[in-house]
């Protein structure tokens, strides 16, 4: 039973638009975090927050942005979509002293 | 800085063979260190951790050993299953554990057993 929840699942979505995938968590915790998993199914930090209102940029740049203005709730934002922008993108969130939970993703197409 | 090491992949076995994948690390302290697992079309899951040197990780019939002496957190299983096919993860948490603590994550091995 997922505590942590990505929406949508899939995602098929024109050049130029503008598109915010969800993620949600209803564990309380104060860390959540996205990546951005390529094609050979490395993982890449693209962006982190360690609570309300705090937002730092991962190891990996991307033109996303990233928002938490609640707990439960981070969304990752691309203004305008490119075909490079293609891929898998995970959320996960986690307490301080424990591993972390992931979300079931969004799978990101864009053409 | 911290980093995870895995063996190259894929692995492909033939079900009920002997699983090994490799996993070293670098890291300050004495980290956490953890296995996930990813099943096709899914997010990562947990799949077993070990929080200190010489504990054994356990889960679904996987076994990894903190080893300290030789930076390793090698994942085993005795008798794969066709089910077992996914992505495998090593990962190390640093310590001390706190705000800035975040999971270094290795790139991931493609595992592949066939009936």
């Known amino acids: 039973e997922a505590d942590i929840y990505q929406t949508p699942r899939y995602l098929v979505i024109g050049t130029g638009k503008k598109i915010t995938l969800e993620c949600s968590q209803t564990m309380g915790h104060d860390k959540m975090y996205w990546y951005q998993q390529d094609p050979g199914m490395e993982l890449h930090l693209i962006h982190y927050s360690y609570g309300v209102n705090s937002t730092e940029k991962g190891d990996l740049s991307s033109e996303s942005t990233v928002s938490r203005i609640r707990t439960e709730h981070f969304p990752l934002t691309l203004e305008s979509a490119r075909p490079s922008h293609t891929s898998q993108y995970l959320c996960?969130?986690?307490?301080?002293?424990?591993?972390?939970?992931f979300g079931s993703g969004t799978r990101l197409t864009v053409v | 800085g911290d980093s995870v090491t895995q063996m190259e992949g894929p692995v492909t076995l033939s079900e009920e063979a002997f699983l090994t994948i490799n996993c070293t690390y670098t890291?300050?302290?004495?980290?956490?260190l953890f296995w996930y697992v990813q099943y096709p079309g899914e997010g990562l899951q947990l799949l077993l951790k070990a929080t200190k040197a010489d504990d054994k990780g356990s889960n679904k019939g996987f076994e990894a050993t903190y080893r300290k002496e030789t930076t390793s957190f090698h994942l085993e299983k005795g008798s794969v299953q066709v089910s077992d096919s996914a992505v495998y993860f090593c990962?190390?948490?640093?310590?001390?554990?706190?705000?800035?603590?975040?999971?270094?994550f290795g790139k991931g091995i493609t595992l592949s057993v066939r009936p």
């Open positions: 890291a300050t302290g004495y980290p956490s």
């Open positions: 990962a190390l948490r640093s310590r001390p554990t706190g705000a800035n603590s975040k999971l270094t």
């Open positions: 996960a969130s986690s307490e301080a002293s424990y591993g972390y939970t």
